[in-house]
């Protein structure tokens, strides 16, 4: 049996002063697409199988899922955990597309201790520079004739994760330079990055080293005060056989980093909690609040306990543990403050 621990949190009404960076809301992470030839039964249980490879990977944030025995022995499966499938056909290209039982995934990632990754996920920009074949170097843009712009956009779609291209416009271009972006400057990046507003900025560059590509990342985190140009919070140096490796390593490198800080560990034992907001002066407030903490993956069951005035109390159990649920809320600023774990309580204030 589970152990259930109690935890206070009390949430209370604070000043409040906005910070742009906003976490993105990511839409059909229980669906994925996949290209086909034809409509043959054969073709499509196998296609149907790697799609609901595609999507286990979308909610847990783990490349390495089909390495778990129970999700390996669920994959020949996959029909079962469809809600339905269509065939798409966009300039003679056909497209099998299927959704799966957001109920029957989520049951399945809690039985094999996998974690949950939620709709709400941080906004990261990715700084990327380049070499062409000519050996100049560039910043890959979000240009839709670009190719490596592509390839990283579909990839990273593929894994549910929002990550932005710079515009690389004339604005981009005299707060920043190739060189700065090649050379990994946090500060000269993050003084071009204030204009996009995202939680985290992504510097990396793909270098040719012969017959290898060697790929260099680090990520940055925003805070009230800005990008920390000292606190590089996860980077990784690789090395790959091509450079279309070395671009979906990264694409997957850092969602798997973005995954751990926010997904929710199913494996942690439940925790009970109780909580109260105190700014709530309307039903329809009320129902907001109600409807979002039932939205969050990390709170399994809540409910109203008890009402008086403007200060509601809801008691909840965690799925994971309290860090993860403090984590997400920080993320989400939909209930703004911080958890002070050493008074072992929360001020918050419910934005509407």
């Known amino acids: 049996m589970k152990k259930i621990f109690l935890y206070t949190l009390i949430f209370v009404a604070i000043v409040w002063t906005p910070v742009l ?4 809301s990511v839409d059909s992470l229980y669906s994925a ?9 054969s073709l499509r249980s196998h296609t149907i199988k790697a799609l609901f ?19 390996a022995a669920q994959l020949p499966k ?25 109920t029957l995934v989520d049951r399945l990632l809690k039985q094999a201790g996998v974690s949950i990754w939620g709709s709400q996920r941080p906004s990261a920009m990715l700084w990327l520079a380049v070499e062409t074949p000519a050996f100049e170097r560039v910043v890959v843009a979000d240009e839709p004739s670009d190719t490596t712009a592509l390839l990283l956009t579909a990839h990273a779609n593929n894994r549910g994760m929002p990550i932005l291209l710079p515009l690389w416009d004339l604005e981009d271009q005299l707060a920043l330079s190739v060189t700065e972006v090649w050379g990994l400057f946090p500060d000269s990046v993050a003084q ?3 204009r996009y507003a995202t939680d985290f900025m992504i510097l990396a560059k793909v270098v040719s080293h012969g017959l290898t590509y060697q790929l260099h ?15 590089i919070v996860a980077s990784g140096l690789d090395e790959f056989v091509d450079h279309q490796q070395a671009l979906t390593a990264l694409i997957d490198q850092t969602s798997d980093f973005f995954a751990q800080q926010y997904s929710v560990d199913t494996s942690i034992d439940s925790a009970a909690v109780e909580f109260t907001v105190t700014n709530i002066d309307s039903i329809g407030q009320y129902v907001a609040v109600l409807n979002y903490l039932n939205s969050l993956k990390a709170i399994e069951t809540v409910y109203l ?22 984590e997400v809320l920080q993320l989400e600023k939909q209930l703004l403050g911080q958890y002070d774990k050493t008074l072992g309580y929360a001020t918050y204030l419910w934005r509407d």
């Open 21 to 24: 960076a906003q976490a993105a």
């Open 33 to 41: 697409g996949q290209d086909v030839n034809n409509q043959s039964k």
């Open 53 to 71: 490879k595609s999507v286990l990977i979308k909610i847990s944030g783990q490349s390495d899922i089909a390495t778990n025995p129970l999700i």
């Open 78 to 102: 996959a029909m079962s955990y469809i809600t339905n499938f269509n065939y798409q056909g966009v300039a003679g290209q056909q497209t099998l597309v299927a959704s799966f039982s957001e």
């Open 192 to 194: 071009a990055n204030a």
């Open 217 to 231: 990342w680090a990520i940055y985190k925003q805070d009230a005060d800005g990008f920390n140009y000292d606190a």
């Open 305 to 326: 306990k008890r009402n008086e005035q403007q200060k509601f109390t809801f008691s909840a159990t965690l799925l994971g543990s309290l860090d993860s649920l403090t």
